[in-house]
């Protein structure tokens, strides 16, 4: 069977793309980390993070600083192990509002290995 790339639900999005962004939505830090791949890195407003404890810290981080609403926007299949899902934020920050782009690569465990956050 060939996987095509292009747009998908993002309720059609790989368990573990759903399993982060509901974690990270609810500020459950121990289950997003647990999405990510022990040598995994997070790239988040021009910081990279890389493994379990640095990307712990950064969920710990993230989740604190702000306040904010998360939407999903949509999601597209860039490949057979990429993801990208637009959120569409709102709250406390900077500017109030963004669309950020949630870029995602799995790994072959099917957990998240790279995570790139921009808008």
Same mark, same amino acid.
């Given at each position: 069977?060939?996987?095509?790339?292009?747009?998908?639900?993002?309720?059609?999005?790989?368990?573990?793309?759903?399993?982060?962004?509901?974690?990270?939505?609810?500020?459950?830090?121990?289950?997003?980390?647990?999405?990510?791949?022990?040598?995994?890195?997070?790239?988040?407003?021009?910081?990279?993070?890389?493994?379990?404890?640095?990307?712990?810290?950064?969920?710990? #981080?993230?989740?604190? #600083?702000?306040?904010?609403?998360?939407?999903?926007?949509?999601?597209?299949?860039?490949?057979?192990?990429?993801?990208?899902?637009?959120?569409?934020?709102?709250?406390?920050?900077?500017?109030?509002?963004?669309?950020?782009?949630?870029?995602?690569?799995?790994?072959?465990?099917?957990?998240?290995?790279?995570?790139?956050?921009?808008?």
């Amino acid at each position: 069977m060939t996987e095509h790339s292009g747009p998908v639900d993002v309720a059609g999005l790989p368990e573990v793309v759903g399993r982060y962004l509901r974690a990270h939505d609810m500020r459950n830090i121990s289950t997003a980390a647990a999405a990510f791949a022990p040598e995994a890195n997070v790239t988040d407003d021009g910081r990279t993070y890389r493994g379990s404890v640095a990307i712990k810290g950064w969920l710990e #981080q993230a989740t604190s #600083q702000y306040t904010y609403t998360t939407t999903p926007v949509g999601a597209e299949r860039d490949g057979p192990d990429r993801y990208t899902v637009v959120q569409h934020l709102e709250g406390d920050f900077p500017g109030g509002r963004v669309d950020l782009r949630y870029r995602f690569v799995l790994d072959e465990h099917g957990l998240i290995s790279e995570l790139a956050i921009a808008p």
